[in-house]
């Protein structure tokens, strides 16, 4: 018994007032938004790069 209740104390101690669960769903929710973000940012600026091709074909053509 004194074992486990001395392992608990540590890591209660190790991350303060906020628990551990409540850190992790704030970490992954940041990274979460984090690359959404980029994956949003990549698909625009693909989508720019090929109107810009498709209006430099279109003005080759004419």
């Known amino acids: 018994m004194p074992s486990q209740r001395s ?12 628990p551990p669960d409540l850190v992790d769903d704030v970490g992954i ?17 693909l989508c720019r790069r090929v109107v810009w091709q498709v209006q430099l074909v279109l003005l080759a053509q004419i």
Do not use: F, K, T, W
């Open 7 to 18: 392992a608990s104390h540590s890591r209660s101690a190790g991350h303060g007032v906020i």
């Open 29 to 45: 929710g940041m990274v979460a938004s984090v690359v959404q973000l980029d994956i949003c940012n990549a698909i625009g600026e």
